[in-house]
């Protein structure tokens, strides 16, 4: 007994389910039954006084065998002494945060995707699919050289086109910009992205991705000036769906409605593909200004917001309550880019491929998901950000790759049912004054959620805004533009800050307040006013 305490202390207990599972049944009863449900013949051993146990694959289940067995099952957990060998792992705050500086902002620890949680359960499938459609990929990058999909029925540079699918030599994936198959990085932009799902772990070079098995299909459909079109967009999408791609990352998007490409990716949801999109980066509400492929709405479409690493909305992210479904890291985001090299850079285009790369990876874990139960898993395991993240986010969180894999969910936070009301008159000038600040506390006793009804809105968008804070100085929301009538977001607690501020340009008619919602329910929010933070 001694020795083997010995060996197992200098083990990091790291877990790797390796695609095995341990299934435990509390008695001889229920070890008869599960065998009967197998069908076949099974290895039980002995496990405390009254259970047994026995190894499975996990590939060997169907859905409804997990089903019935699923109280029974856990990963089949393995210990190794390795530790992980990438040096700049520090700087890729996205998977671990532990507190450090991200430009010149000190961030939270575990405000993160849940990597660490993660490794203890799957590491990911070199058999899934993901299409990076992008700018390309720069495939020799050594984090990168053994990610890259392999075309099985294609043989390379040798001019004959054997798959017969129009397009030569098409082995690691096609470029649809140069119709070729050269799909060389021409700006580090899609290095970048692909090294966030899979870049390679433990190899003595830069960081890693949220993968360490995959395969990355790439298909390159933008110029080096990071322009695309309509026509690249739809020939990548439909490349990518033929060739077996089960995740499509779409890193980018624009402001006109495009029924052609929601046609191609309506086909891909047919298909039971999963497509993950950034927000856009103009700091807009994409429920009044839609941003596509984003704003298209589709059951196998997730819409990603950037956060930084004190998990507050990155200033350029766009945004929506309605729209955009979740965030991911996309601030000072490090990985590797054209040339061999390695770069820092921000926007919702670096915190989409994360979201991607959970997908993969709870999709490797568990096949027999749909695209749609994907999605709504990863929604409703991310990490809550805060309360006041329901009014930017459908989901009001971060992906979270550990909550994900082990279906952890929590509570999401929601507005109350019954109000009551009171009026309450409160307004600007009409017109306002250039250079007007007005503030106003309201206080209501006892209450645990306030909100305002604003009866009319009329401020020169972008530039003269109304804040909401709640008692601890926290913004709860901003709005400017000619919104006419409609209900603020609800505020924490008893008391509220409303503030009127202009710049020393264009005024405009104003706003005026009617009325005060009050709710008295009580819910965990608002026992402790720093929930979800």
């Not at 499938?125 to 053994?146: Q, W």
């Not at 899979?198 to 070079?205: F, K, L, S, T, V």
Request: aromatic residues 8%; negative net charge.
């Amino acid at each position: 007994m001694g020795v083997l305490f010995l060996i197992l202390s200098v083990f990091a207990a790291e877990l790797h389910a390796g695609g095995d599972l341990i299934l435990r049944v509390p008695n001889e009863s229920a070890k008869k039954n599960v065998m009967k449900l197998m069908g076949q013949s099974m290895r039980f051993e002995s496990l405390g006084e009254t259970g047994f146990w026995a190894v499975l694959d996990s590939k060997a289940l169907d859905s409804s065998q997990r089903e019935v067995l699923k109280d029974y099952l856990q990963p089949n957990f393995k210990y190794s002494q390795s530790e992980i060998n990438d040096p700049e792992l520090k700087r890729s705050w996205g998977l671990i945060n532990s507190g450090q500086v991200v430009e010149e902002v000190v961030g939270l620890s575990h405000r993160d995707i849940g990597l660490e949680e993660s490794l203890r359960v799957w590491r990911g499938d070199s058999s899934f699919t993901i299409a990076i459609l992008d700018s390309g990929v720069e495939r020799n990058h050594p984090e990168l050289s053994d990610r890259i999909w392999q075309n099985p029925n294609e043989i390379a540079a040798n001019g004959v086109d054997e798959d017969e699918n129009g397009l030569v030599d098409d082995v690691e994936g096609w470029n649809v910009i140069d119709g070729n198959a050269d799909i060389s990085d021409t700006s580090g932009h899609g290095t970048l992205v692909a090294g966030i799902i899979g870049a390679r772990a433990e190899n003595g070079h830069g960081s890693r991705g949220v993968m360490d098995h995959v395969s990355i299909m790439v298909v390159k459909c933008f110029d080096r000036h990071g322009i695309g079109s309509t026509a690249a967009a739809i020939r990548a999408i439909q490349y990518a769906v033929m060739k077996g791609a089960q995740v499509l990352n779409a890193s980018w998007g624009g402001p006109n409605y495009d029924p052609a490409l929601f046609e191609v990716l309506k086909w891909a949801n047919s298909k039971g593909v999963l497509v993950v999109t950034s927000s856009g980066n103009d700091g807009r509400d994409n429920d009044r200004y839609p941003v596509y492929p984003a704003s298209f709405s589709l059951p196998n479409l997730i819409s990603v917001a950037a956060y930084n690493a004190r998990d507050e909305r990155a200033e350029f992210s766009n945004y929506g309550k309605s729209s955009v479904e979740i965030a991911g890291p996309g601030v000072g985001i490090f990985g590797p880019s054209s040339g061999n090299s390695y770069r820092v850079a921000s926007g919702t285009s670096f915190a989409t491929p994360f979201v991607s790369g959970v997908a993969g990876l709870l999709w490797s874990y568990r096949p027999e998901l749909s695209a749609h139960e994907i999605k709504t898993r990863l929604l409703a395991t991310s990490s809550v950000i805060s309360y006041y993240e329901k009014e930017s986010l459908k989901s009001a969180g971060r992906v979270h790759a550990g909550n994900a894999l082990m279906d952890t969910k929590s509570l999401r936070p929601q507005s109350p049912e019954r109000w009551h009301s009171t009026p309450q008159q409160w307004q600007t000038k009409h017109p306002y004054s250039n250079s007007e600040v007005i503030q106003k506390v309201i206080h209501v006793p006892n209450a645990t959620r306030l909100r305002l009804h604003f009866s009319e809105f009329q401020t020169e968008e972008g530039y003269d805004w109304v804040v909401l804070r709640d008692a601890k100085a926290r913004v709860v929301g901003k709005y400017s533009g000619d919104l006419g009538a409609f209900d603020s977001a609800d505020v924490l607690g008893d008391s509220m800050v409303i503030e009127f501020k202009s710049d020393d340009a264009r005024t405009y008619q104003g706003v005026t307040v009617d009325r005060v919602d009050m709710s008295f329910e009580r819910t965990p929010w608002e026992t402790d006013l720093t929930a979800g933070y």
